[in-house]
């Protein structure tokens, strides 16, 4: 039996102390919020994404950007069916949704994180509040595990499943990459993923609130396509949001060196030409009314006067007195809607942090750190992250229960 000191009482420290604990270990987790899973209540806008219904190993893999190889072993060791499997055990109940995504029944987050916290402590975990601060080492092995009130916990393995730097008011702060610093580790530049983006455009302002679905987004750096998707996003104050401006925003590596913008086709199921034809249509049956009252059938309301404005045709202009130039002009235009994009929000607005620690210096077949005997990583500290969907929190249960079966 191995006295083991998980740190952080998230997604992927609670199913790794569940999992060790099972095994006969004798399991702490250390968590400095007053309640575990703080992070997971407010996934997927408190429903929790908990998985993606993507059974093939290729499909997990394809939609991780970021140092995909390293989670091979991981991932065929717990797929995504594993992890319904042990919801539904739990006593959740699971359902399939739009693009594989999977949420409880329930659209209740809080039915996952009692599911988790009570798996831990019914298998034998304990868990503690506090704050891990050093480690006190022997060698090139952790002894004990130091806390903010001077604690010590003696251990004989110890997990890192502390989480990035995003939604900080979680607990997330970044408390883990320090702690693997200070044993000798690399941590890669942090940054924001599956973030919001900010847009100078000056129209912005005027479309905050304006929800957008079925459009398709193209992202480019520079001339160069870089991303494409289909499905929803939303204008803000700032800029844009939403799912496919999130998983956009974990494809932009040079923000500030390279010019970024995004197109979005606000009619993509038309081509040009059928586009052309309808918009034909509409200015038939508004053949005398002025230009500006001439959309309301095609587009929504909060974007008529962007459009109008961007056209150059003037929102006076009587309907039969567009030109053929102008009104093609007009169905490119709403084929091909760009906003410059100049920024992410901050990293606390993030929904996963890019970056972590150095993936070389970690085994991807048992999660053990390669510099300290006894250290293991999970979750959101590697330097892992994916698309939105389920993948992320998939990344942080098939890290989770590597750990477990190697410690």
């Given at each position: 039996?191995?006295?083991?000191?998980?740190?952080?009482?998230?997604?992927?420290?609670?199913l790794c102390a569940a999992k060790s604990a099972e095994k006969g270990n004798d399991v702490v987790i250390i968590e400095k919020m007053s309640r575990c899973g703080r992070k997971l209540m407010i996934t997927g806008k408190g429903r929790c994404n908990v998985t993606n219904a993507?059974?093939?190993?290729?499909?997990?893999?394809?939609?991780?950007?970021?140092?995909?190889?390293?989670?091979?072993?991981?991932?065929?060791?717990?797929?995504?069916?594993?992890?319904?499997?042990?919801?539904?055990?739990?006593?959740?109940?699971?359902?399939?949704?739009?693009?594989?995504?999977?949420?409880?029944?329930?659209?209740?987050?809080?039915?996952?994180?009692?599911?988790?916290?009570?798996?831990?402590?019914?298998?034998?975990?304990?868990?503690?509040?506090?704050?891990?601060?050093?480690?006190?080492?022997?060698?090139?092995?952790?002894?004990?595990?130091?806390?903010?009130?001077?604690?010590?916990?003696?251990?004989?393995?110890?997990?890192?499943?502390?989480?990035?730097?995003?939604?900080?008011?979680?607990?997330?702060?970044?408390?883990?990459?320090?702690?693997?610093?200070?044993?000798?580790?690399?941590?890669?530049?942090?940054?924001?993923?599956?973030?919001?983006?900010?847009?100078?455009?000056?129209?912005?302002?005027?479309?905050?609130?304006?929800?957008?679905?079925?459009?398709?987004?193209?992202?480019?750096?520079?001339?160069?396509?870089?991303?494409?998707?289909f499905g929803e996003m939303i204008f803000t104050h700032y800029g844009v949001s939403g799912p496919v401006i999130l998983s956009a925003s974990s494809h932009i590596k040079n923000m500030g060196k390279k010019p970024y913008k995004i197109k979005i086709d606000l009619k993509p199921?038309?081509?040009?030409?059928?586009?052309?034809?309808?918009v034909c249509r509409d200015f038939e049956e508004f053949a005398n009314k002025d230009f500006v009252n001439s959309l309301s059938k095609l587009l929504p309301n909060k974007l008529i006067p962007v459009i109008v404005s961007l056209s150059g045709i003037r929102a006076g202009e009587?309907?039969?007195?567009?030109?053929?130039?102008?009104?093609?002009?007009?169905?490119?235009?709403?084929?091909?809607?760009?906003?410059?994009?100049?920024?992410?929000?901050?990293?606390?607005?993030?929904?996963?942090?890019?970056?972590?620690?150095?993936?070389?210096?970690?085994?991807?077949?048992?999660?053990?750190?390669?510099?300290?005997?006894?250290?293991?990583?999970?979750?959101?500290?590697?330097?892992?992250?994916?698309?939105?969907?389920?993948?992320?929190?998939?990344?942080?249960?098939?890290?989770?229960?590597?750990?477990?079966?190697?410690?």
């Open positions: 039996m191995s006295k083991i000191v998980i740190i952080g009482g998230g997604a992927a420290g609670l993507s059974f093939e190993l290729d499909d997990l893999i394809s939609n991780v950007p970021t140092n995909p190889r390293f989670l091979y072993s991981a991932f065929s060791n717990f797929m995504p069916y594993d992890t319904m499997a042990l919801f539904e055990d739990l006593g959740v109940p699971l359902k399939v949704e739009r693009g594989n995504r999977v949420f409880p029944q329930s659209d209740k987050a809080v039915d996952i994180v009692d599911a988790l916290v009570n798996y831990a402590k019914q298998s034998g975990a304990q868990i503690i509040q506090g704050t891990a601060k050093a480690f006190e080492l022997d060698g090139n092995v952790i002894k004990a595990v130091v806390l903010n009130d001077k604690t010590k916990i003696e251990c004989d393995k110890v997990c890192l499943c502390t989480g990035g730097k995003s939604y900080p008011l979680t607990g997330s702060t970044g408390d883990g990459y320090t702690l693997a610093r200070s044993v000798g580790h690399t941590v890669t530049p942090l940054k924001p993923s599956l973030v919001p983006l900010v847009c100078p455009n000056n129209f912005i302002p005027k479309l905050q609130g304006l929800s957008l679905k079925n459009i398709e987004i193209t992202l480019f750096e520079g001339e160069k396509a870089i991303y494409s998707d199921a038309l081509d040009f030409h059928t586009l052309d034809k309808r009587k309907v039969n007195q567009i030109t053929r130039e102008q009104r093609l002009k007009l169905v490119d235009l709403i084929k091909n809607f760009y906003v410059t994009v100049s920024d992410f929000r901050p990293i606390d607005e993030a929904i996963v942090t890019s970056g972590g620690v150095n993936v070389k210096e970690i085994n991807p077949k048992t999660m053990c750190s390669k510099i300290i005997d006894n250290l293991y990583f999970a979750g959101e500290i590697i330097d892992v992250d994916a698309y939105t969907g389920g993948f992320n929190l998939q990344i942080a249960f098939s890290t989770a229960v590597l750990c477990a079966d190697n410690m």
